[in-house]
């Protein structure tokens, strides 16, 4: 896929950016359905060439973020070999530095939150309040609330089943399904119709 073809997914001004990240690398790239389990993927095929998967379903600012994430790991892998580990200090350091020099491309009040962000980079995009909070992910224009706002011992609905909340867990929310007494972690931002 050319990067003509990807501008209908990006923000304006981040083209020179992908042409500079592209120089001298092969990269198949596959526009995906939308997928729960992930927004992308990156992966190093066996004639060498790369493979970048990225979720259709993104806001442009969140695709070109999701779309640097997956060529950090292409280009450390590249500069550090392939025994780094994939979100290890080697791909943060990659990351931060191209979210830095493509920084221009996102909105002033994104700025900020990236730059904090860069600080230390997270493998999950969910491991990020402020990002998850900032394009409303997982809203769904719902009427949902974050399960953080959920109270010990009130009852939620999530994915049309129902849970009590039992209490908090480090960083996440010790949660039981009612039907099947099964205990689950929810992280803080999830998205959850509340009963009361």
Sequence with gaps: MSIQTLEKFLPDNCVSHLKKWFAGHSIHITITRER??????YR???????EITIN???????FFFVFTHE????LAF????RRIAPHGNEWKHTF???LMESIDVYSKELQSIIIRFSRSPKANFMASPELVKYFHFE???DDGVYVESIKKGENFIYRNQKYVLEGLIKKNYLCMNL????KYSFRPLARVQNCS
């Design 36 to 41: 729960k389990s992930k927004l992308g993927d």
């Design 56 to 62: 259709s379903t993104l806001q442009p600012e969140l």
């Design 139 to 141: 809203k769904n224009d």
């Design 78 to 81: 590249e500069k550090y070999g």
């Design 44 to 50: 190093k095929k066996r004639d060498g060439s790369h």
């Design 96 to 98: 931060r530095i191209m």
């Design 71 to 74: 060529l950090a790991h292409l």
């Design 179 to 182: 039907e099947t007494g099964r």
